[in-house]
């Protein structure tokens, strides 16, 4: 009897210990049930938006620096944790286009968007964001229209193109001293912009505007860009001042060469400061002055480690596009971790607080005369000097003193 009694006692004890053991693994399975999709939402990527526009010259160069970028933000952390993914799609820098690509973005889930390349297009684009309530930071369109709307979704890394000039207005004023200019431009915003200040100059300065010529770019051949240059070369002004992209620039560059006016040659950033414009300009383009956004010798933060290690991955010098989009993801990135939620209105505030270094240079979105959401920066001018370019204002950043070309006169 006291056998069967122990017998049943252990049953008892073995039956207990089961009883725990499928409670533990019952409750292991439920919390883990519980747990796991909360895992799985901590690790979605959060996706931002690129608008880019793949025929744009400085498509690749900006493509390649975006990916540079997120793959910096991502060993870092990534957004709190989860990764960055970035969804690209093609403007086409056409309007409609431009529009669809917000469509596109809000379909698929994208918090904001980086981008805009053409101008042409992006006033479009930006006021569809705003629209669609998408926060929308610019990183290269310069139309001066672009913020200075009342779209609170929109923000601008980049200069408005009226500030462009304002390095070149200085160097001019402190060392060339012209006496006359002739301006020529691509009839677009981004154009327009640019000969208009340059204009307002002069005349601020008293400085003769011998002549203004806008052109269609959609006609740029020999005959027309000739029939536009030729009347230059009877009574020469000091300086040549150009506003144009990398093919239409180069091809002026050259005619005016071949018609030997004598002058001095300055572009208005754009396709001037292309490392492809040194090769396709050649002999023409030696002593030329540009404006320009940015300069791999500038003393920001990280500007050095950005070139060099664009140059090892890529084989290629960057100019002031590419840093550009590689600083403008850093900050979407940053104002993303810094903001409450993704929701647009905690985006904006996080990018209204932006305030940091990039390779780009300082970036802090103020209000000043007609803008809002704009990012403000000094501008720098560049001369091609040995077929290279030389950094030759402001003086606390020049790698070498000005050259005025062989035979100038002013």
């Known amino acids: 009897m006291p056998d069967e009694i122990q017998e049943k006692a252990s049953e008892g004890k073995k039956m207990k210990y089961r009883l725990i053991f499928f409670c533990f693994i019952f409750l292991f399975t439920v919390i883990g049930g519980i747990m796991l999709p909360a895992q799985g939402i901590a690790s979605e990527p959060?996706?931002?938006?690129?608008?880019?526009?793949?025929?744009?010259?400085?498509?690749?160069?900006?493509?390649?620096?975006?990916?540079?970028?997120?793959?910096?933000?991502?060993?870092?952390?990534?957004?709190?944790?989860?990764?960055?993914?970035?969804?690209?799609?093609?403007?086409?820098?056409?309007?409609?286009?431009?529009?669809?690509?917000?469509?596109?973005?809000?379909?698929?889930?994208?918090?904001?968007?980086?981008?805009?390349?053409?101008?042409?297009?992006?006033?479009?684009?930006?006021?569809?964001?705003?629209?669609?309530?998408?926060?929308?930071?610019?990183?290269?369109?310069?139309?001066?229209?672009?913020?200075?709307?009342?779209?609170?979704?929109?923000?601008?890394?980049?200069?408005?193109?009226?500030?462009?000039?304002?390095?070149?207005?200085?160097?001019?004023?402190?060392?060339?001293?012209?006496?006359?200019?002739a301006i020529i431009y691509e009839n677009s915003p981004y154009g327009t912009g640019s000969a208009l200040r340059m204009m307002w100059f002069c005349r601020e300065q008293g400085i003769e505007i011998r002549k203004i010529i806008p052109y269609h770019k959609e006609r740029m051949v020999s005959s027309y860009l000739e029939k536009l240059v030729e009347p230059l070369k009877a009574n020469p002004p000091d300086v040549i001042y150009m506003v144009s992209y990398l093919r239409d620039g180069v091809e002026l560059v050259k005619k005016i060469r071949n018609l030997k006016i004598n002058t001095l040659l300055c572009g208005g950033a754009g396709g001037f400061t292309h490392q492809k414009f040194l090769a396709a300009a050649g002999e023409a383009g030696e002593n030329l002055l540009t404006a320009t956004l940015w300069f791999h010798e500038l003393k920001y933060p990280g500007t050095k480690e950005y070139y060099e290690q664009y140059v090892k991955t890529h084989s290629a010098v960057p100019d002031y596009h590419g840093a550009e989009a590689y600083s403008a993801l850093l900050v979407a990135a940053d104002a993303l971790g810094r903001a409450k939620s993704h929701s647009p209105g905690d985006i904006r505030a996080a990018l209204r607080d932006t305030d940091m270094n990039t390779p780009f240079g300082p970036v802090k979105f103020a209000s000043y005369k007609k803008f809002s959401r704009q990012n403000r920066l000094p501008t720098a001018v560049l001369q091609i000097i040995n077929g290279k370019f030389e950094s030759i204002w402001p003086g606390e950043m020049a790698t070498s003193a000005f050259v005025a070309p062989s035979g100038w006169r002013r």
């Open 46 to 181: 959060v996706v931002i938006g690129i608008s880019q526009w793949k025929e744009f010259p400085y498509a690749d160069m900006m493509k390649n620096s975006f990916e540079m970028a997120l793959e910096e933000i991502n060993k870092g952390g990534g957004i709190k944790g989860r990764p960055l993914k970035l969804m690209y799609a093609d403007d086409q820098g056409q309007r409609g286009a431009g529009e669809k690509t917000l469509r596109e973005f809000r379909k698929n889930g994208t918090v904001m968007a980086v981008g805009g390349y053409s101008s042409n297009n992006t006033i479009y684009t930006a006021r569809a964001a705003d629209k669609a309530d998408i926060p929308f930071l610019i990183c290269t369109a310069a139309d001066d229209r672009i913020t200075q709307r009342k779209w609170e979704n929109v923000f601008r890394l980049n200069p408005p193109a009226s500030d462009y000039t304002k390095g070149l207005e200085d160097f001019f004023l402190s060392k060339v001293k012209p006496r006359s200019l």
